[in-house]
Every structure is written in structure tokens, then in C-alpha cells.
């Protein structure tokens, strides 16, 4: 189960009580923070997400949009005497930039502060239940996206039945992985009849920002949700271009071409207050977008 | 004509929806900001400062709700296109921070920014209408505070009057200064018959963060105004000495022995969800006693 809380969906300068870059991703184990422009910490007392459950932090690039709220957050923690390990995945140059500041300031954090350096296109982070892969986008400083894919979930075994049909215990790791049981006189006993399905895995893209960029597609492909940046209205195609960023049918065509679920746009330009050309437009190239509203968890 | 506007009310973890430090005090010239907390650029947008009238921006040290909003409000004005050149009064290592963060974003500011570091105990800005000048507060780390003192104003001369008793405009200077008529025949005519008053020139003392600190009442002796943070509640004295942060108390006492005419307090700890008390632990040693409020403007 996963679900995204936005908690900054504009671009580089506040406006409109919107906010730059920052989202928490949700599953049962883990609250992943990614981007964390400036507001960060504030916002996530208005939408209730306790950073203190925060482990694990994604930094897409070092542009100010997307980690200025950060050393603010980092600090905070400290004074709310935190004492887990945080790992944060980053550029480079991150690590000096925080280590500076926290000199100057004469702080020693009470918890360790481990910095991963986005190098390859890998899987940066797994555990049993999730994997975490970052790829390159396309943007006028180093930038990284990054996929966020559940593992294929064991198939629940039905008590009743495994009595029913006399099932040994040594046959339970293949029927939770979908095998059938066979009988000592070679019956074949359906997988389905013994185990019940369980939810399937979702995943979620992350990306942001990048000018149209295809070479993403085939790391995204299939994703239950897409987030791309949609900086402009297409008529700002030129702009936008220029800029490394993109337009609302730009993101809207990754979406169509990886078969993406779902498209969830945001990452939008000051020069707009109103966003509901935003989603008309996107939406005549694919159908299945929303708006990345501030403070609503979409689940995926 | 001085005026300050409270920005942010907070010590360092944002809390209660009240935010770190930032202050706007405002002539009829210039909008100075003082002290810039995460988020100060959005606190800017909600009670309409305009960022582009600020050339000048004083830190009073390097603890992050203190500055990190800076590098923010920085890069906005970039991205607005701003050219004029923009002063900051800071310890030393805040260029070394900023120029950091602005290269990891390959970003150059399309304005120059002049860095003024705080060395010494003295004026660090004049003109013909105000002074700023630096000094010592009592703190974990280098901290500084600041006294804004407007410069006496000349008297207006009443143009009916001088008309009526013939006064040659040689004399017009020593009028405006205050100085008496004396005519041929050694007859004294007062100023006040001739001049008008105009409004007295006030002061502003800005005190955060410090402990209980009497050396700096003879840098604020008198003030119209004094800023002084309290943190906390006086039954948590000893906890303020230990982390150089005052009492209301002890806030309201440096207003008492340096004559102030009145007092607003604030960097009031996470730990305090209504205020109250504050006011009123204050009030009992010095009266005329304020509660700084985000988004308040205080006449001086």
C-alpha cells in the first residue's frame, strides 16, 4: 500500500500560498520524504506528517525549489533530540553544504547523518517489502527521478484449506509463491483453492525536474502513478524547453507512452494562479491526471 | 517615521503555526530586514512586504532560524530579475555558505551582493536620515544586536513668519538647527516663533538571541523601542542562562534599567502554546510591555 502527500506543488518562487517542492511517500513500514524545498517542516505540521517517522530522504537535485528546507528539518530533529540514523540520498555537493552550515552554527546533530551520493542509475535503497531505483532526468544541473516499486506480495495460505486437503507443512514457501501442490498420486491441486490473493504491488515515479525527456520511459514503465513536473501550459512549449522543464501535454505524452495508471502534474510556474487549464490540457493527451494539490495524499 | 512587522515570533523548531525569526523594520527610505528564519520570503508574500524594496539585511548569527531563510529570499529576487545591489550585515561565515549554495545550483544572481561582515562594536550604516550600528549580545555563538536611530530632525521653518519679521535667508540654517533670531538692534526673537516642530527622532534596538546581558543597556539607553527576546517563562530561568536565552523577566529588566519606552518580546520557545503569560510576567516589571505578533506592525 502506498500513498503521496504533496507538500509544496510550485515551482522555484513561492506564490499564490503555494509552496516549492516536497512529498512524502507513505507504505506500512515507511515514511519517505522527497524533495524538501523551503516550508517543509511547517507545512508538515498542517498536514499532520511526523517527521520523526522520517528515515529515509530523496534530494532530486540542488536546485534551492527542491533542498532549501532541509538544514531547517535536519536541525529541528536534533532539537527534538532524534537519535535514529537518517540517510539521505543526494547529489554531491550536499553533504558540504550541510556540514557547513551546521559548523557555523556549532551544532552537532544527536543522531548520525548518512549521506548517499547519487552516482549510477541503480537501486539505491531495499528492504524485503520495497525498492528504490533513481534515474537520470533531464535538467539544466545534475538531476535524479526515482522509482519506488513494492515487491510482488506473498500469497496469503487459507487455514481451512490446507487442513481440508492434508497439506505438509514443507509445501507452505511454494504455494505462498504461487506454486501448486501436487499429491503423492500426482493430483495437481490448483494454487487458488489453497491460498488467497493479496493486494498487488504498486509503484510510483517520481519526476521532477526534467524537460520532455523519453529516455525515462523505459525506466517507468507500466507505473501505477507518474509524477512529472508541468512547469507551463504547453504554449510555453519554447519556454520550457529552454529551461529544462516541461509542459502540461510534454508530461502528459510520458504518461501515455510509459502506460502509466495514472499522471499526478505539479512542479507549477508563479506566473499561473489559477491551475485548471492545467488539467484540461493534460488531460487531451491522458485522460487519467490530476492536479498535485498541497496537502491531499493521493493513494495509489 | 519607524515601524517594524513581526515575520516570525518562534525560537528554532516552527511550532503552533508561528515561525522562526525575521523582523521588517520600515522608513519612510528604506526596508530593512532583520534576521531571516526558513520561510521568511512566504511571510513576506502573506502581510505584502515587497521584496525588492529591501536593500539591506542584517543577521544577527548563524543559527538557522535566524538565516535560513535568506538563501531563499536570495534566489527569488534573482529569478524576479532584481539589479539593484543588496547589502548584508553578517558574521563572517554566511558568505561562505551562500557562495556554496549558489554554485551547487550554478546559479549567478543577477545583482551583486555586497557582504559586510561584524567585526567591531560601531556604526555599520549611515546616512543623512538614519544610523545603524552594531553590538555584542551575550549568545552560544558570535551574536549581534542592533540599534536603528534616526537622526534629529530639522526644524521647519514657517515661511508667514519669516515673511512678518523680515529674516534674511543667511539665517535659514541656524533656524532650521534651533537657534534663536538676533536682529540689528540685539533684539532676541525665539526659534519657536519662527520654526515649527517636527516629528522627534526615534530608535529601534533589536536584541536576539542572549542571555541576561547588562553591558548592552548602554548601547540602548533610552530606546523608543526595544526588542528583546524572551524564551521562556521565568520559572525556567535556570534553563535560559544554560542556553544564553532570557526570561520574560529578565527581558522586561533590560528594558527597566536602560529607560526604554517600551517593550515587545518574542522567540518564544515550541514548548509555549498560548502566550498569555508572557505578557503578563513581563508587564509586572516593566509595564508598557508587547507580545510581538506575526503579521503585527508596531509604530515607533
Redesign the interface.
Known sequence: MLSVTILGNNS????H?R??TAQVLQTLEHTFLIDCG??T??QM??YKIRRSKINHIFISH????HY??L??LL??LG??HRNNELHIFS?K??K??ID??L????IILPYSLNFHVLENEEIIYEDKKISVECFKVLH??ECWGFLFREKKNLRKIDAGKIKKYNIPSSWYESLHEGKDFITDKNEVIKNELLTMAVTPPKSYAYCADTGYFEPIVTKIKGVDLLYHEATYLHALEEKATSRFHSTTKQAAMIAKIAGAKKLLIGHFSSMYENLDEFKIEACETFENTEIAEEGTCYMI
Open positions: 522555484a518562487v513561492p506564490a500560498n509552496h516549492p523551503e516550508g517542516q511547517m505540521n498542517a540542488l536546485h534551492g525549489d532549501f528546507g538544514i531547517g536541525t529541528s532539537l527534538n547529489p555537493p550536499l558540504e553544504i557547513l552550515q559548523k557555523a552554527a556549532n539544466r544541473i
